[in-house]
């Protein structure tokens, strides 16, 4: 006997009650984007996987153990299942010369993927809202990024996301800033896990994220990269700050933040909760002006961040936000073939004023119909038998009673159907408002 076929590992079916939240959250991010004046831009899931060795960092998590990489059947290319949006819309800019005309505020929204261990607030296929503003060299960019961040917890009503920032400087600081980091941790390399072993040479810097709780006394007397920076970079940190302090966004400065992507530079920020668990950063970006370069392009600036919608929407409904699903206006019963004819007709022209009609199919009789139309969550019923039929009419029924009065039925005629059902749904005060 076969086995059923299931959905991979970590990747996961989003089926209609739930998907009514994301549509929801999905109209709230466009209506959000569309006020800072952000373009959309759509990116294929698969890239050539040396976009996002480049870009990403050889010695990294994502590029040595978490990407979906293949050989391509046919040309013998190496292909990657995008891990993350910023290195595929760089490349889209680059390739289309988009920064051709000047700076460019662009943003999508889409799976990534990523072979991890799957657990709460982590899958191997999640979905990201990414913002990608290119041109721009200014703190004031980074600083409107994190007040865009700031609106969208707004508008979602979503509480308790903390901000941290922190300034990586320039790549010749960092240099430095490494170089005394791997004087520093060869001092204590016996105290060094294996994993911070390997990396102590190739990505010192990503030792300062490790989650290892016997290296964290260790990591915490470690060179801080803010020792380094010199006047420039001190300076973008301070504007930024004082940008932030003007908008009134509290903020944290985390010395210990530097990101997963070796593409970052100068500003980089986290929105994190204390109400997800270990998942708990929700959004996360910074400054990269070195990668537009580094895969091909003309030197330009670039920030931007990216946001775990799977994250946000989990948040979302631990404080409180349920979410309604979406019901139509009216659910059509008909019996008989010529009354089937006529309900199609009816739903299509009620559809053609601006309703929603659910048009019952399958058959059954009245009453087995009028079961399903009361469980639709339809404020109305439309009924359809062999007497509407021959004189043209709609038998209208409300389906939610307000009050004490008794639910009202009432025939209307074919022509006044969308008339009636307008104002039903959009009731006019007998109060004309005139003085």
């Known amino acids: 006997m076969s086995t059923s076929i299931q959905a991979i590992r970590g990747m996961h079916d989003i089926l209609p009650a739930e998907a009514d939240l994301w549509e929801q959250f999905e109209t709230t991010v466009r209506d959000w984007l569309r006020t800072y004046a952000y373009l959309p831009i ?7 996987t040396p976009l996002f060795s480049r870009a990403i960092g050889e010695v990294t998590d994502i590029v040595e153990k978490e990407m979906y990489s293949f050989l391509d059947r046919e040309g013998g290319e190496h292909l990657t299942l995008r891990p993350e949006g910023t290195a595929s819309c760089v490349r889209a800019v680059l390739q289309h010369n988009l920064l051709y005309d000047g700076p460019k505020r662009l943003w999508y929204m889409g799976p990534m993927f990523r072979h991890e261990r799957p657990q709460k607030g982590r899958t191997r296929q999640f979905h990201q809202v990414g ?24 508008d979602l009503g979503l509480t308790g996301i903390r901000l941290e920032i922190n300034t990586l400087g320039q790549s010749a600081e960092r240099a430095q800033h490494r170089a005394a980091l791997i004087a520093y941790f060869e001092q204590h390399h016996d105290q060094l896990d294996a994993e911070a072993q390997r990396r102590l040479h190739a990505n010192p810097l990503r030792l300062l994220d490790s989650k290892n709780p016997a290296m964290q006394s260790l990591i915490e007397a470690a060179p801080k990269l803010i020792d380094f920076l010199g006047a420039e970079s001190l300076k973008h ?3 930024l700050q004082q940008l932030l302090k003007d908008a009134i966004i509290p903020y944290r400065i985390n010395p210990r933040l530097v990101r997963g992507l070796d593409y ?6 986290e929105w994190v909760s204390d109400e997800l668990g270990a998942q708990g950063t929700v959004c996360a970006g910074g400054r990269y002006d070195g990668l537009i370069e580094q895969l091909g392009g003309k030197p330009a600036p670039g920030c931007g961040f990216a946001m775990g919608i799977e994250r946000l929407l989990m948040l979302w409904q631990t404080q409180g936000n349920s979410n ?9 019963v008909h019996q008989g073939e010529d009354a089937a004819r ?4 009816i739903a299509e022209r009620m559809r053609d004023a601006g ?4 048009l019952h199919c399958g058959g059954g009789s009245f009453k087995s ?3 399903k139309a009361d469980a639709s969550g339809a404020a109305v019923a439309l009924i359809v038998g062999a007497d509407e039929t021959l004189s043209n009419e709609v038998s209208v029924k409300q389906l939610r009673n307000t009050g004490d009065e008794p639910v009202a039925q009432t025939r209307v005629s074919f022509d006044q159907l969308a008339e009636h059902l307008g104002e039903l749904f959009f009731p006019m005060d007998d109060d004309d408002g005139s003085l």
């Open 42 to 48: 759509r990116m294929p899931l698969v890239e050539p």
């Open 131 to 154: 913002v990608e503003a290119l041109g721009f060299a200014g703190p004031d960019v980074d600083a409107e990024q994190i007040a865009m961040c700031a609106r969208l917890w707004d």
């Open 237 to 239: 940190f301070d504007d």
């Open 264 to 269: 970052y530079n100068l500003t980089v920020f």
């Open 324 to 332: 309604e699903p979406e019901t139509p206006d009216a659910y059509l």
């Open 342 to 345: 006529f309900a199609f007709r």
């Open 355 to 358: 309703f929603a009609i659910q």
């Open 369 to 371: 119909q009028m079961k």
